[in-house]
């Protein structure tokens, strides 16, 4: 979920909530990857910490693994290729469980839940 406010993207959100509540509430150990550390991984790690009460069994970390794509559409018209490439599972992060002490109780499918989710998530 990117932190700015301005571009988040709530419907990737509502898709994947009520997966992640259940997938959570399991003992299955989850891996999890991400493109970037300044608004996917800061916003997944966030819900996942703050509102999923997840446990990390390995912290958001630099993925040896990643990927470039050139599959980007140019940000300046072609002119800087240098520029226009996109970085895939830049970071991982793993949990398995979760606190249920920590957890916030939220039915993705309420009428009510981004208004509440953007209220919650307002607070970190």
Known sequence: LNQNPEDRRY???LNWFGDLQFLTATSI???FTCANDYADLAGETTIMRFILGAKFIAKPQENPFSYASTMVPPSD????????FSRGNSFFYATQS????????MDAKSPSFLSEFKLLLARF
């Open 29 to 31: 150990p989850l891996l």
């Open 77 to 84: 018209g072609g002119k800087n290729p240098v520029k226009d």
């Open 98 to 105: 979760c606190d249920k002490s920590k957890r916030v109780k």
């Open 11 to 13: 419907d990737l959100l």
